[in-house]
Each structure stands twice: as C-alpha cells, then as structure tokens.
C-alpha cells in the first residue's frame, strides 16, 4: 500500500463495492472460504493463488492474511468442513449403538449425514479430495479424519451386513466400498445433476444392500435412522430434500 492510500481501505476481510448481496451477507472469511473453494475447483490447488482469492472476493491480498496464514490453512479447513459434521455425529451415534439403535439403522443415518455435508459442501470441495497436495503431510489432518470416517463405515456396515455374509467381510474393505458409494454424490454435483430427493435416498439405502439386507430389514433401518435423525437434531436435522445453494 502506498503512503497516499487512506488506511480505511486496508480494513481487513472487508468486501469490496462489486459484492453482491448474497456475498455481503458473508463474513471476511466466509467470503475468502467460497471465492477460494470456486477457483481450486475451476483451477485446481497449484492454479490458485491468494492473489487470485482476493481478487475474486474483492478485497487486498493482505487482508486475506488477516484470516488465513495462505492458501494451505484455507483449502484445510475447506476439507475439514466436508467431513466435520459426519464426524461429529459419528461421535453422537456411539452412545446409541447398539443400544437404541441398531447397526444398520446407524449406518442409514450416518449415510444421510454424509450425503447432506458433501451436498452442502462450498463449491463441491469434494472433487479435491483426489488432488495429489492432499497426499501431502501438511494436509495429513484431514486424511485422518477420513480414515475415521472410512473405519466407521466398515465397523458399521460390518455389524449391519446379515449373519450370512458378515464372516465374510473385512472391514476396511466394506468401509471403503461404503465410502465410495455415498461419494457418488460428488460426481452427480459435478455433472449438475440436481434431483435430489430420491436420489440421496436411494444413495443411502444403497449403502444398505451393499451388506445384503432384504427388504424387511431395509425398511427398519431406515425408519430407524430417521428417528435417529430426528432425535439427534431435532428442527436442524439434515433433510434429504434440501437444496444446496450452488454446485
């Protein structure tokens, strides 16, 4: 900044007057958070500069650093939001299973969860996930939290699978196959596939024939995942026909 420039302008995080309403409507880092999570979409993680994100925000390069160290800590907890909220309500279900609910009814809801965090995800963070700097250690938090993730799937989705079959799974595979099935929701995102509804539902009991369950059992778990839902999160429980602002 030169000498001339009044200091006003220098406010951190403060948008600019190209803002729309909907942007302004966002915090200083919220803002930063969206612009950079639609440019490492568009120009992946190495294209994308803090440059860039200011720019696209409307604001000075140094008030980005107001918020954020660099592009590293905002693509982290870009990442960390997508998986945040499954975590967390990993964390709730334990207490419940197997006591007040089963196996498979867990597995539905924590389907649902997932599904509506990757839906309401900025920018479909999701199509990230594979980038090579994610592979990187500085990135080695999240990578954590999916395997969490990932484990819960496979311990879950082994207890609901039916007596036949559950001696024949291995966890870590089950949780895996899990994992990618409830991602599907990042390639319809992409593709701009919006019909929402059924499709997240069909998603989520997809999660429940993959362990083989017969229709019977499908249909308990899923009125008892909905309860689940219900009682864990009363009027702000995720709803399966909610749609996300932007893709």
Known sequence: MSAAEPRASARAGRPRANSTDQVSSLTGREQILDAAAALFAELGFSGTSTRAIADRVGIRQQ?????????????????????????????????????????????????????????????????????????????????????????????????????????????????????QIVEVVIQLRRNGERTIGDDDLTIATTCLRAVSLTTPEIERAQEEGRNLLQSSFADTRPSLLSRPSEN
């Open 63 to 179: 008030s980005l650093y107001y918020h954020f160290a660099g592009k590293d800590d905002i693509l982290a907890e870009l990442l960390s939001d997508s998986v945040h909220p499954s975590i967390n309500f990993i964390d709730l279900i334990k207490a419940r299973v197997p006591a007040h609910v089963s196996a498979a009814g867990a597995l539905f809801a924590l389907a649902c969860v997932d599904i509506q965090t990757l839906r309401r995800a900025r920018r479909n963070i999701g199509t990230l996930y594979l980038l090579p700097e994610v592979q990187e250690p500085r990135f080695e938090a999240f990578r954590a939290e999916r395997t969490s993730l990932r484990e819960a799937y496979g311990q879950l989705g082994t207890a609901a699978a039916s007596p036949e079959i559950r001696p024949l799974l291995d966890p870590a595979t089950i949780g895996t196959i899990l994992m």
